[in-house]
């Protein structure tokens, strides 16, 4: 009975930690970055930019996520190329998984009027093999002069150190980095395709 009940506060406890960490983060993320992105992105619309959003795992959902919400509230033409399980896969399995992103991103004729917006935790790691795919998309971007966006929930990888605009997810706690920081990236997604200056359409709700 003990156990029991010392397993209930444990829980309540962690529960309460949990949702204290998401108030923090609202409290210390840098809305100014936020801002810059809205400005950019409305910058875009105008020239008739696109705006491609490249993620994996659970940054992959919040990316197709995102493409919705942009064409549909923002009427801004927005793509991926998770959204192509076909292509995705016979890419993977043909060329490699670290060319995916590149390989799409080249067939679309990725250009500087465009812009490429990465979702990651880490955001790549060359010298650790992770997600080099979104590495090598983003060498491609500044290679064609490809204004880069990312939110992140870590500083020191690769798309933290070298987009244009980073929102970086602030880690309050290095065991909930990836929750957290997928949680936040549809959470500052919503607030930019909510913002007056992108938003032309009402949601249903």
């Known amino acids: 009975m003990l156990d029991?009940?010392?397993?209930?506060e444990n829980m309540k406890n962690f529960l309460d930690n949990y949702?204290?960490?998401?108030?923090?983060?609202?409290?210390?993320?840098?809305?100014?970055?936020?801002?810059?992105a809205i400005n950019t992105i409305h910058k875009l619309k105008k020239n008739a930019g696109r705006l491609f959003f490249l993620g994996v795992g659970g940054s992959a959902?919040?990316?197709?996520h995102?493409?919705?919400?942009?064409?549909?509230?923002?009427?801004?033409?927005?793509?991926?190329?998770?959204?192509?399980v076909s292509e995705l896969t016979a890419r993977t399995n043909d060329e490699g998984w670290d060319?995916?992103?590149i390989d799409y991103l080249k067939i679309s004729k990725l250009n500087k009027n465009d812009a490429l917006f990465?979702?990651?935790?880490?955001?790549?790691?060359?010298s650790k093999n992770v997600s080099v795919n979104l590495i090598r998309a983003l060498e491609y971007a500044k290679k064609n002069k490809t204004i880069t966006m990312g939110i992140v929930g870590m500083d020191n990888g690769f798309t933290a150190k070298n987009a244009d605009i980073v929102i970086k997810v602030p880690n309050i706690n290095?065991?909930?980095?990836?929750?957290?920081?997928?949680?936040f990236q549809s959470v500052i997604l919503h607030s930019i395709v909510s913002h007056e200056k992108l938003k032309i359409k009402s949601t249903k709700w």
């Open 4 to 8: 029991a009940i010392n397993n209930i």
């Open 118 to 126: 990465i979702l990651s935790v880490g955001g790549g790691n060359k």
């Open 66 to 84: 995102a493409v919705n919400d942009f064409r549909k509230l923002c009427d801004i033409d927005a793509h991926s190329p998770l959204d192509n």
């Open 99 to 101: 060319r995916v992103f």
């Open 19 to 36: 949702f204290e960490g998401i108030e923090t983060i609202s409290k210390l993320i840098d809305k100014s970055k936020i801002n810059q």
């Open 174 to 183: 290095s065991s909930l980095i990836t929750p957290y920081s997928e949680s």
């Open 61 to 64: 959902a919040n990316a197709s």
